[in-house]
């Protein structure tokens, strides 16, 4: 079962730009995590955002979360081209699971 | 500290071959998960384990065992291999149920 979605699909900005990307669920969570994936690599942990909590702040990352739409969003301002990677993002069910998206392919053109 | 390793990192199976992928991790985590991950998906659960000695089955459990005999390790296994379970399988293990997870580089596993 997916219980996050991604928007969009892929996106390609040019270095220096902002990049959003948008998760959406569809049951109650207690946390939503954003992770990193370089080409053929294991997944990094970017950040977590608990329920109670509407935006959080990591670096040049913004994470924000939208209960009553069930949704979040992660900005990376002022992208690198070290930023080309896939983005998932991850909620928790009521097991000891977490359920991830198919994810953003996001490419920072130099 | 190595944080969470995998071995193999390739491996090529004629259908019907067995296989054991080992994942070891450092960090004295209890949780440990193994995925798969097919192109253009995101992860799938294949089984945890929530402490040494105990194992559950996540989303996509049919085929695969697995074991967790000692806190740090957790093998995942393949008794009879079939071409659908080529994939990208990924270990991963965290502190909490719902909390981080730390991931292993992955398994590149072809079956033919």
């Known amino acids: 079962s997916q219980q996050g979605e991604e928007d969009p699909q892929a996106l390609s900005i040019q270095e220096g730009e902002n990049a959003t990307m948008n998760c959406s669920y569809k049951?109650?969570?207690?946390?939503l995590q954003w992770y990193r994936q370089n080409s053929g690599r294991g997944l990094v942990h970017l950040i977590l955002i608990r329920s109670n909590e509407r935006e959080k702040h990591s670096g040049r990352l913004r994470v924000t979360l939208d209960t009553s739409k069930k949704s979040s969003s992660l900005l990376i301002t002022a992208s690198r081209a070290a930023d080309t990677a896939s983005y998932f993002c991850?909620?928790?069910?009521?097991?000891?699971?977490?359920?991830w998206g198919a994810g953003t392919k996001l490419i920072i053109k130099p | 500290n190595a944080g969470v390793t995998q071995t193999p990192k390739f491996r090529v199976l004629k259908t019907g071959q067995s296989m054991t992928l080992l994942c070891a991790q450092d960090m004295n985590h209890e949780y440990m998960y193994w995925y798969r991950q097919d192109p253009g998906m995101g992860l799938r659960l294949i089984h945890y384990s929530v402490g040494e000695g105990t194992t559950a089955k996540g989303e996509v459990p049919d085929g695969y065992n697995v074991s967790r005999l000692k806190k740090q390790n957790f093998l995942l296994g393949l008794e009879s291999a079939a071409p659908s379970q080529t994939s990208v399988y990924f270990c991963?293990?965290?502190?909490?149920?719902?909390?981080?997870?730390?991931f292993g580089p992955g398994t590149r596993l072809t079956v033919l």
């Open positions: 991963a293990s965290s502190y909490g149920s719902h909390g981080e997870q730390f």
């Open positions: 991850a909620t928790d069910d009521s097991n000891y699971q977490l359920i």
């Open positions: 049951t109650s969570i207690n946390n």
